[in-house]
């Protein structure tokens, strides 16, 4: 049979530049007897494959099934040419540059174990080099400015290659052919040890002194992959007093790295899945259940799990390596309380000098700053708390065709999203956006990354509250505004993660979120999908006493949730008599006390009834607390078991055309309980399990009278596994198809995906409609 030579050219789109991806398609050119060339471009990589037609349909599809494991291709086009062009070999070409770029910056990426290798080898030339890397490891995002992906637009640019180095550079059978990052100690960056005051010290081994400053209980400020880190000993207490004492972080939990799988295992619970999740080339924090163990307990009070992360730099590495450093160390962003992780060191050092005892600097600058993904193991597999290093600048495949939009998100957890064509890239963590500094960073990622992805927004789409600056950037932009629903934005980005296009019922608990009513919802049931949606139930609406400030006070929640029973409420003092008449009296006039139906609200009133906060100083603390109360109770019995045995819930009633439950049931119930001496861990599993019954038994009667079978679970309160993981025993088993975020936060940090989708498919409408 015939097996004529033929020419075809083959653009392959995706994250394919610098993950390593044209010297393995060199490598399988040569296999496979195939010459021609390849080149990175703006398109992504365009390659002319000529040879026999046989050997052409192999290596395309050996392209396709078997990437490289760091690359992800989103697209694949054949172009097959009428006629050949006599190559004699096979080629990389130097990238080339248009005005429309397609291609993918790749994440950040944990060191391999290649490179692992050779750190750790005395004789290898990067023994105890701290910024080694190659094709499959190390810096991308965080040190790129513009595309191509080429070494002159990086950071790297400050530092010309060496000899020895340029050769692996150059050497298409090298794992660190076009590494852009690519150094040695002899041409790279290095570290500088520096004193409190930000004075460089001249020592023989900075990472010996670091050492020597945590086994002692200092703080150290370390500059690392995409900004900086505040670092002490978590087996100190004192030193983790300090820390929080200087920082003014006075309770949230403190996330630690430490040095190995095995050493995790000596304080927190680790199954196979959450082993694969630490090691993965992404590295996040993962929330695991704490054991008792040598940690200090004020890591992370009141709650009974910790943020665990792996060494993911040489840094990280090379440092655990020095004998004085202790196992497990606090790493936690390196910046003061409320603003951005500092990545400049001159900034550094001004803004940490009164927190940090000595720094750890390096002189390879930080183009984008991006902190540590957080993620957590469900009984549905890996859920993303946090999106940032490892994740950002990863697209979500969209299920329509985008205008280029700019999705500003919310208010906390800020993040924005960008589209372009069917991706929608949801940006790195941006933290809470209310002041200056970190409007100023969420300003500069903006233009950053619309800079990488060559977009130009024709609209803007933002929150409906006013107040939010990230919807006072989208109305000084200009351009076309679209108006958004907090709780519809939540419900879409879990559409548009799992390609839905048809209406679910979306079951969104969160904090809060202006309503179209203009009251503040937070525990909703929706009939929607990402062209609109209609409000079919909710919880009874609460007043929230001092506004705003109930979120911080859980006890004003607590003396609304008594207020709301009404004259037979059992007398509690939750505060001193002062503030708790004030309140009363308030709530009786009904002055600055605007109505929510907050299932956030909801969780922070019941943990102030029974004691476990009554004061928050970190956002959702009082939930988070009454959830791992609760988990105390469960131990090892079976969540299914607990849910079949449970038989309260609350009631219903038809109220401005929606089904609204009466939480004050379950209220009346844990009250009870509470006054009949019960344990206090017993009534917050039994407020738990009777909560997820009754939002169950709601999601039933509203699937009856819409006829729809599939439920988004979304919102912050989602990320409260015993609520989450309840809810999909119980919907499944009733038959439902349960979708929730995985790679998308449920939080706040991805509804500008949602936004971006609903604000984007609005356009195209309006544009269609003033179309002549």
């Known amino acids: 049979m015939s097996d004529p030579v033929s020419l075809t050219e083959i653009i392959v789109r995706g994250t394919v530049q610098g993950v390593g991806f044209r010297p393995f398609v060199y490598r399988l050119a040569k296999e496979f007897n195939i010459v021609g060339t390849i080149v990175n471009n703006d398109q992504g990589v365009v390659i002319e494959a000529e040879g026999k037609q046989s050997s052409i349909r192999a290596f395309i599809e050996t392209i396709q099934f078997s990437p490289p494991p760091l690359a992800r291709i989103t697209s694949l086009l054949q172009n097959p040419q009428a006629t050949v062009k006599g190559f004699t070999e096979f080629s990389i070409l130097k990238s080339v540059s248009s005005q429309k770029n397609k291609a993918l910056i790749p994440a ?23 910024f080694t890397n190659c094709t499959n490891c190390g810096p991308r995002f965080t040190i790129v400015e513009t595309v191509p992906y080429d070494r002159p637009l990086t950071s790297m640019k400050h530092f010309p290659l060496c000899s020895a180095c340029r050769a692996e550079y150059e050497d298409p059978g090298n794992r660190r052919f076009h590494a852009q990052p690519n150094a040695c100690a002899e041409c790279g960056p290095e570290l500088s040890y520096h004193d409190g005051e930000g004075r460089k010290v001249a020592v023989s081994s900075p990472l010996t002194e670091v050492a020597r400053a945590l086994q002692q209980g200092k703080i150290v400020a370390m500059r690392g992959l995409g900004g900086f880190h505040l670092v002490v000993d978590a087996g100190s207490e004192q030193a983790v007093a300090r820390l929080r004492i200087r920082k003014g ?13 095995e050493e995790a295992a000596t304080f927190c619970h680790l199954d196979p899945e959450a082993e694969n999740l630490l090691q993965g080339v992404e590295h996040p924090i993962v929330l695991l259940p704490r054991k008792k163990s040598t940690l200090v307990a004020v890591l992370t009070p009141g709650i009974n799990e910790i943020g665990v992360m792996l060494p993911y730099t040489p840094l990280h590495q090379l440092l655990f390596m020095e004998a004085d450093c202790p196992r497990t160390l606090v790493m936690t962003s390196g910046n003061r309380s409320g603003a951005p992780i500092f990545t400049a060191n001159d900034a550094a050092v001004a803004g940490l000098q009164s927190i940090a005892d000595c720094f750890l600097l390096h002189n390879r600058e930080i183009v984008t700053r991006v902190d540590d993904s957080v993620a957590r193991i469900t009984g549905r597999g890996v859920q993303l708390l946090r999106r940032a290093r490892g994740y950002v600048p990863g697209s979500t495949s969209l299920p329509w065709n985008m205008p280029p939009i700019l999705a500003c998100g919310g208010g906390l957890k800020s993040t924005f999203c960008l589209t372009r064509d069917l991706e929608g890239f949801l940006s790195q963590h941006i933290g809470d956006l209310f002041n200056l500094e970190s409007l100023n960073f969420y300003k500069e990622s903006i233009y950053h990354l619309k800079k990488l992805l060559q977009v130009e927004p024709e609209a803007v789409v933002c929150d409906l509250h006013p107040d939010y600056l990230s919807s006072h950037y989208a109305k000084e932009s200009g351009l076309p505004l679209y108006k958004v629903q907090h709780q519809h934005a939540h419900a879409a980005a879990v559409l548009v993660e799992h390609g839905i296009r048809e209406k679910v019922l979306a079951l969104i608990l969160d904090g809060s979120g202006l309503g179209a009513d203009s009251s503040i919802w937070g525990g909703e049931v929706l009939e929607a999908d990402c062209f609109g949606y209609k409000r079919i139930g909710s919880l009874s609406p609460m007043l929230l006493p001092g506004g705003d400030a109930a979120a911080e006070s859980p006890w004003r929640m607590g003396l609304s949730l008594l207020h709301a029973l009404g004259k037979g409420a059992p007398k509690l003092h939750l505060v001193e008599k002062q503030k708790e008449s004030a309140l009363w009296q308030m709530m009786d006039q009904g002055f600055n006390c605007p109505l929510s139906t907050s299932c956030g609200r909801l969780f922070d009133g019941a943990a102030a009834l029974l004691g476990v906060c009554l004061t928050a100083d970190y956002e959702g603390q009082a939930a988070m607390e009454l959830e791992s109360l609760a988990r105390e109770a469960k131990e090892e019995q079976s969540l299914e078991g607990l849910l079949a045995t449970c038989c309260g819930r609350a009631g219903m009633k ?15 119930q844990l009250l009870a309980q509470r006054m009949a001496g019960n344990d206090p861990a017993s009534i917050a599993l039994d407020f738990h399990l009777c909560l997820i019954q009754s939002f169950f038994v709601l999601l039933q009667k509203l699937g009856h009278q819409t006829g729809l079978r599939k439920v988004v679970l979304t919102g912050g309160c989602m990320q409260n596994r015993l609520l989450l993981e309840g809810l999909f025993i119980l919907l499944e088993q009733e038959g439902f198809t349960v979708f929730t975020g995985e790679q998308v936060p449920v939080n706040d940090g991805g509804i500008a995906l949602g936004q971006a989708v609903i604000g984007g498919l609005a356009h195209v409408s309006r544009s269609t409609n003033e179309s002549p």
Not at 113 to 124: A, E, G
Not at 249 to 261: C, D, G, N, Q, W
Not at 656 to 668: E, H, W
């Open 108 to 130: 950040d990426i944990a060191i391999c174990d290649d490179c692992l290798q050779d750190i750790l080898t005395p004789k290898n030339r990067r023994f105890s080099y701290p």
């Open 249 to 261: 972080r006075k309770s949230k939990p403190l996330a630690v790295m430490t040095s190995s799988l």
């Open 654 to 668: 038809r109220e401005d055309g929606r089904l609204v439950l009466r939480q004050q049931d379950l209220i009346l």
